[in-house]
């Protein structure tokens, strides 16, 4: 049990347009679902966490009006890459938790953005 | 701030050795612990994890992961690796009834046949 699930798993785009990643879980209910961005040679870097019916928790340095995250169901959560341009290109990786604090995170396979 | 550190990027074994990777946190209160894996071309996937209880941690494939608090350390440990555990290792830490959770820099195992 505990499947994380994400689509697409690559997505290539034009500059300016927006992409939509989508992260399910699919065997259990994910009170809280987490976005991280991963740099080639580097290590998973935490953009927000979002609680199933309220609004996403955003780290410091990352812009909520460029990523949407929309949590509206115990399985779904999708991340928005509005206005996308090339500094954007990364891997995006969702995980899921079944409790708010102090629990296992459960990892989506991730989404290779490339904004050309 | 919180932060995680592994001190080897790239370590190469021959089959049948032994591993230690090590892992520091930097953490204040009580801390939860983890390491992940990351085999090529898969996602990440737990290995141990690190709550209470006994500091010695045995996880799945034969890890195990010691937690001295007193060093702030939380370092990964198999007796013998095989060809198969070629992956990427990540350690993260997360303060005690707190979500997040912080990653280390990952260190890259390759185990030669």
């Known amino acids: 049990g505990a499947v994380v699930s994400q689509h697409p798993s690559r997505v290539i785009c034009k500059s300016g347009t927006s992409v939509k990643i989508e992260c399910r879980s699919l065997?259990?209910?994910?009170?809280?679902m987490f976005w991280y961005r991963q740099f080639p040679k580097q290590s998973l870097m935490l953009m927000a966490t979002?609680?199933?019916?309220?609004?996403?928790?955003?780290e410091q340095g990352v812009e909520k009006d460029k990523f949407l995250i929309n949590h509206a169901s115990l399985t779904l959560s999708t991340l928005t890459v509005t206005s996308a341009h090339p500094e954007d290109s990364s891997f995006y990786i969702c995980?899921?938790?079944?409790?708010?604090?102090?629990?296992?995170?459960?990892f989506g396979p991730g989404t290779r953005l490339t904004v050309t | 701030a919180q932060s995680v550190s592994q001190h080897n990027h790239h370590v190469i074994l021959s089959e049948a050795a032994s591993l230690e990777l090590g892992c520091n946190y930097s953490?204040?209160?009580?801390?939860?612990l983890f390491w992940y894996v990351q085999y090529p071309g898969q996602h990440l996937q737990l290995l141990l994890k690190?709550?209470?209880?006994?500091?010695l941690v045995k996880g799945i494939k034969g890890f195990e992961a010691e937690f001295i608090k007193s060093k702030f350390s939380f370092n990964l440990r198999k007796p013998s690796v095989q060809w198969s555990d070629t992956a990427e290792y990540f350690c993260?830490?997360?303060?005690?009834?707190?979500?997040?959770?912080?990653f280390g820099t990952g260190t890259k195992l390759q185990v030669i046949p």
């Open positions: 995980s899921a938790s079944r409790q708010r604090e102090g629990a296992e995170q459960y």
């Open positions: 065997d259990f209910q994910a009170t809280t």
């Open positions: 979002s609680n199933e019916g309220s609004k996403a928790t955003y």
């Open positions: 953490y204040g209160g009580t801390v939860n």
């Open positions: 690190y709550f209470s209880g006994d500091p």
């Open positions: 993260a830490a997360q303060g005690g009834g707190y979500q997040k959770v912080t």
